[in-house]
């Protein structure tokens, strides 16, 4: 019998059944929700692509699933991350494993209930695809129901939500009923049990032994009895110190302050820096007392600072530059690793600290998004807030880089324990739908702080934070800020080991926003995939540390369950890497037969021969056989002398230092979506541009475009 497993998009499935079941009754398959939305990245998006299959049983066409090995044959290949900021010796990766072993644990416990579903189907793991739930808009880390016709695909919490509802969703591809769902997983068959073996055979060291400073040890009791905040300076917050103070079911918020006499930045931070680098380019500011969104140039908004009078509008940037833009474009990208440098603990808070979880995650579009981010405000005139109050789903480090005057940002942050009487005090106080912080419509006044401290006792930690001074909030710690003084600041999230149960409490608090009125934030954190990989990976760090030490520690249990682990889990990787050991070369050989058609060749068989050219004032005539055979000749001599002199490098934008590509069509039209060309290019500009060999072709555009 004859089977076919879609292998394109869901728009060109009807003409290939046409072609290989000639017989069949008339069929039209229906399309997924991406393809019927037909958006610019349907092929990477279709949700049907490697995973459903047609096969023809009595003239009619019938629809099956992927089978095991298939779903896991299709499974994209991820990139591991580049490289973390040192690297680590077996004894801390061990420690580290075993930190989030336990909260791994419990998550697979509750997958291996749902591997057991009658007709489970599998699905491809793709790392540039953000797998998230179509009702909750919560990612997925493995468990699911799928849509047999329109591939919507909802979580376990959602699917036992909706059996209970009598409004159900219908489905797109079949107007007037609803889904018919199938349960769906991520896992190799027998991995998910292979895991929980392995985790249970885990050595998992004894805490590590830490004597407290004396002046730590009263800083925490003022903090504990007038919530004092504890500052440390820059050079003296070590690891062990943060996790003493961070690793505990009440975390404190913390200040670094630089060290005197040292510089923390190495660029200025300032309107002035901003507006020579970008001050043409159009952003959006937003009303901090309103809402209101304000289109102007980056140049437009940086112009008031200083410039404050009664009547001004208290103003912010929002989102600009993203997170993509600091990492990835010019001038932005010189600032990414002068923010990291800053970063205190950077083990820790470093995008690619080695002990930070989520820089395990591989690399991808669908990379947890945390930072960094700027955030450009003017001074807080009216009192309405620069940021209100709300909570973050991950720690987070935030740095005032310049400040207009000697004044600072106020900060007030309530401890994690205090939560939920908060919570319960500002539900009686406001009328707001959903959760009164988790909205982030109210920005508490000293009246508002008073009335919380008469009734209730509570009272936040104030922090008056200056120019170069790092602020460390921990997770489900409600905070806001107001400026007296005209800000930019700069922040990014992190995962620490020891917060990941409050992190997903958080998850699954904003899941419950997010029902309430329609999507309101989508889950960028994606913390049980962010476990899943660092767990996988530092463990193959474990046994490749283990193996060239000679240390055989583990044990027998440990090392035969790690052989039958599936490579479906995309974060397997050996020791801390450099940028250029990544896979790029297997990439470009794979892609090798496809780029070696016309346009080298083409470039190579410009230059005459010897046989086609004068030779002693009389022409060479040949035949056609000759000529054809001449023509073969010199095209396999072209074709070996560029594969032996083709360089290994991809092909580079100049602007943005961390993208490669394969082909030379690719960076150009990367160039024409993301950048400027400075004037029109004829056909023959850009043949030339595409035959352009790596190195030469970077150098090119950076001549004839702009960032």
């Not at 728009?11 to 039209?28: D, E, I």
């Not at 699911?144 to 979580?155: P, T």
């Not at 352009?692 to 150098?699: H, N």
Request: hydrophobic residues 35%.
């Amino acid at each position: 019998m004859t089977t076919y497993t879609q292998h394109v998009v869901c728009t060109g499935v009807k003409s290939r059944l046409r072609f290989l079941f000639p017989g069949a009754q008339s069929y039209h398959p229906s399309s997924c929700l991406r393809c019927q939305k037909k958006e610019k990245k349907q092929t990477d998006l279709c949700r049907f692509k490697g995973f459903r299959c047609f096969s023809l049983q009595d003239q009619h066409i019938v629809v099956t699933f992927a089978p095991d090995d298939a779903a896991k044959a299709a499974t994209a290949t991820s990139i591991l991350p580049p490289i973390w900021n040192r690297s680590c010796d077996l004894a801390t990766l061990r420690h580290l494993q075993g930190r989030i072993a336990p909260f791994l644990l419990t998550l697979l416990q509750a997958e291996l209930e749902h591997e057991t579903k009658p007709d489970l189907v599998r699905c491809r793991r793709d790392p540039d695809v953000r797998d998230i739930c179509d009702y909750c808009w919560t990612s997925l880390f493995s468990a699911g129901w799928m849509c047999r016709n329109c591939g919507w695909e909802v979580c376990n919490q959602c699917f036992c939500l909706l059996l209970g509802n009598t409004d159900k969703p219908e489905c797109s591809a079949r107007p007037g009923s609803c889904h018919e769902l199938q349960p769906t997983s991520r896992f190799g068959p027998d991995e998910v049990e292979q895991l929980i073996l392995d985790i249970k055979a885990l050595p998992i060291p004894p805490p590590r032994p830490f004597t407290v400073p004396r002046a730590i040890s009263a800083a925490i009791q003022k903090a504990d009895s007038d919530r004092e905040v504890i500052s440390i300076q820059h050079n003296e917050l070590t690891n062990e110190l943060f996790v003493h103070l961070w690793a505990r079911e009440d975390p404190y918020p913390l200040v670094v302050t630089p060290v005197p006499g040292q510089k923390l930045l190495q660029y200025p931070w300032s309107p002035e820096f901003f507006t020579n680098l970008t001050g043409k380019t159009m952003c959006y500011a937003q009303d901090c007392e309103t809402g209101d969104i304000i289109p102007m140039t980056v140049g437009d908004f940086y112009a008031q600072f200083g410039n404050e009078h009664d009547g001004k509008r208290v103003l912010r940037l929002k989102d600009y530059p993203s997170s993509v833009l600091f990492q990835t474009t010019l001038p932005y990208s010189y600032l990414y690793p002068d923010l990291m440098n800053a970063a205190p603990v950077p083990d820790y808070t470093r995008l690619d600290g080695c002990l930070n979880i989520a820089s395990y995650f591989p690399r991808g579009d669908a990379k947890s998004d945390l930072g960094p981010k700027m955030y450009s405000a003017l001074r807080d005139i009216k009192g309405v807030g620069s940021t209100r109050l709300h909570m973050d789903v991950a720690p987070a480090l935030n740095i005032l880089t310049h400040a207009d005057s000697q004044k600072d940002a106020i900060w007030r942050i309530f401890a994690r324990k205090d939560t939920d009487r908060l919570t319960t005090w500002m539900r009686k106080r406001y009328s707001i739908k959903g959760h009164p912080i988790h909205q982030q419509q109210i920005f508490l006044t000293d009246d508002d702080l008073a009335d919380l401290w008469e009734e209730l006792q509570i009272r936040p930690y104030t922090i008056h934070q200056h120019q170069n001074e790092i602020v460390l909030i921990p997770p489900g710690c409600p905070h806001q800020v107001s400026n007296r003084a005209c800000c930019i600041k700069a922040a990014n999230d992190f995962l620490f080991p020891d917060h990941l149960e409050h992190c997903l409490q958080l998850t699954n608090e904003f899941r419950e926003e997010n029902l309430i009125d329609g999507p309101w934030m989508v889950d960028v954190l994606q913390l049980k995939r962010s476990v899943l990989h660092a767990y996988t990976n530092i463990r193959e760090q474990c046994l490749g540390l283990a193996a060239s030490e000679g240390n055989g520690m583990l044990p027998a249990t440990y090392v035969e369950n790690s052989q039958h682990l599936f490579c479906s889990i995309s974060s397997l990787s050996g020791q801390f890497q450099n940028p250029g050991s990544s896979i790029l070369g297997d990439l470009e050989d794979e892609h090798m037969d496809a780029n070696i058609d016309t346009p080298q060749d083409t470039l190579l068989s410009n230059t005459l021969s010897p046989e086609s050219a004068f030779s002693g004032g009389a022409i060479n005539r040949q035949t056609k056989a000759e000529k054809n055979k001449a023509t073969h000749e010199r095209r396999k001599a072209n074709y070996i002398k560029y594969r032996d002199g083709k360089s290994k490098e991809p092909f580079r934008c100049p602007w943005c230092p961390g993208k490669h590509w394969s082909c030379s069509t690719d960076v150009l039209q990367h160039t024409k979506d993301c950048h400027t060309f400075t004037a029109d290019l004829s056909k023959s500009r850009i043949k030339k541009l595409r035959q352009a060999r790596q190195e030469d072709l970077a150098k090119m555009l950076h001549e004839i475009s702009i960032p």
